[in-house]
């Protein structure tokens, strides 16, 4: 899998760091995910809307299996804390279970 951050916004209110627009493998485009501060560290929080039928909050992108959602994480959190602050895009790939910039975009 390989992710780019396309834009970042840094936000710094309570739990809520950053807004990201995430592409994966080049084709598809996540369009607002977060990345948030909990007790056990940072996660990407993925975008999601609230029922009006229980007033939950619930993914609209969710991946099929908890490793590929693992991978996704790791990826977009390491993109994030490498280039953070900075608003230029950086690109990762998974390579043998780490993850390692490749070719990182610095295009504003």
Known sequence: MKVTIERKSNVNRGNLLAFLDVCVDDCIVIKGCRILKANNGMFVGLPSEKSE?????YDKVYFKTKEQKREFNDLVLSAYEGNSGKAKSDEFVMNNGEVQPDDINWNE
């Open 53 to 57: 039928k229980d007033g939950k909050f």
